[in-house]
């Protein structure tokens, strides 16, 4: 059996699902229009890999909370 961090069937899977689920997460609470949100969103969820990629080099960030 061999050991690969980008096997989708195994822990690389859920490191990239809980990946892309935080992107997109932060996506929405961007302050980008609607219509910037559901195209980011759609990319992350139909391109995993490539989308989190895009978005975390491009993409809208999330509002900072003050504290």
Same mark, same amino acid.
Do not use: C, Q, T
């Given at each position: 059996?061999?050991?690969?961090?980008?096997?989708?069937?195994?822990? @690389?899977?859920?490191v990239i699902l809980? /990946?892309? =689920?935080w992107a997109i997460?932060s #996506?929405i609470?961007?302050?980008?229009?609607t @219509?910037?949100?559901?195209?980011w969103s /759609?990319? =992350?969820?139909?391109?995993?890999i #490539?989308g989190?990629?895009?978005w975390?080099?491009a993409g809208?960030?999330?509002?900072?909370?003050?504290?």
């Open positions: 059996m061999e050991l690969n961090m980008f096997n989708l069937s195994g822990f @690389g899977g859920l809980a /990946l892309d =689920i997460i #996506v609470n961007s302050s980008a229009s @219509g910037s949100k559901v195209l /759609l990319l =992350i969820i139909f391109l995993p #490539v989190f990629v895009i975390l080099l809208p960030r999330a509002n900072k909370r003050a504290f």
